[in-house]
């Protein structure tokens, strides 16, 4: 898969079938609308082309700073190689490039742009200035221009059940069986190993304390969560505190793993975290001897779904 950020940078060698979105999450929803955009491509022997925003055009035009996303853009982008995509042009959205009319949209961007000649699009899509026109419009300005128009009808989203607010809601609350089910994939935590206060050491569960740059990016509710890494080839089952450490008098929301069966440094290194479940929600203990009691059963706990698995 190619990345091109920015659509003018996007030099078309042949004509493209096209989706577009801001596929948060590329749910189940998301990855059938692009299984059908690479076979409709491979029958008509032209390029998998999939359009997509970032900011998110919710930060820009409602200016919505508080909006949380379930994937990073890097994220995105990891999921979206692993559908066989030709090219992925992610263009960076605009208050400007939302007044273009929609009949400059068409002839400017999907005509002399990308030069598509099949757009597939949700039955609900609204686009141009204002969000003016409808998936009706884009197929009468099909015919005028040489593109076909599929619309994805309203009975096949429905019957998925599944959309980004449905699973940013099931993370929040902290019901990660019910988001990895929408997700077809565990929900992932991205970040870089820091230095923490090694707390942990003192009672024999020391943590990756994880810095998480994207201040955007969803994170569970407060909690104790099950989960597990790919470091240097090998999986390693872990237990992630999301919180305040209330016990240690924290002050700070931080993001810390506890990994078993492994005491290598990870200090610097990427990680990237799939939650499996939630094990208990935070709490506050009498002292760290009762916090080092309660991660025994936690661990316990951890170990337990591990053999389920």
Known sequence: MKVIYGIDNYKPLKSCALTIGTFDGVHVGHQKIIKRLVSVSKKKNINPVVLTFFPHPRMILQNETSIKLIDTLE???????????????IHPFSKSFSRMTANEFIRDIIV????????????????????????????????????????????EIESINVSSTKIRNAISTGDIHKANQ????????????????????????????????????????????????????????????IGFRPTVKGKARTTEVHYFNFN??????????????????EKKFNSLEDLEKQLVIDKKLCEDLIQKL
Not at 75 to 89: C, V
Not at 186 to 193: E, K, L
Not at 266 to 275: M, P, T
């Open 264 to 281: 290598e440094n990870l200090y610097d290194k990427k990680v990237k975290i799939e939650v499996l479940d939630l094990i208990r929600n």
């Open 75 to 89: 994220e995105k982008i990891h999921l979206l190689k692993k559908l066989n995509i030709g090219t992925l042009i």
């Open 182 to 241: 929408y997700l077809n994939r565990p929900f992932r935590i991205t970040g870089t190993v820091v230095t923490g206060n090694r707390i942990g050491r003192k009672i024999d569960f020391p943590t990756a304390n994880i810095s998480i740059t994207e201040d955007f990016k969803l994170l569970p509710k407060d909690g104790v969560y099950f989960v597990k890494s790919l470091i240097k080839s090998h999986y390693f089952f872990g237990m992630m505190n």
């Open 112 to 155: 002399k742009s990308l030069s598509v000649k099949y757009l597939i699009i949700g039955y609900d899509h609204r686009f141009g200035r204002n969000r003016e026109a409808t998936v009706g419009n884009l197929i009468t300005c099909g015919l005028t221009f040489g593109f076909e128009v599929e619309k994805i009808e309203a009975k």
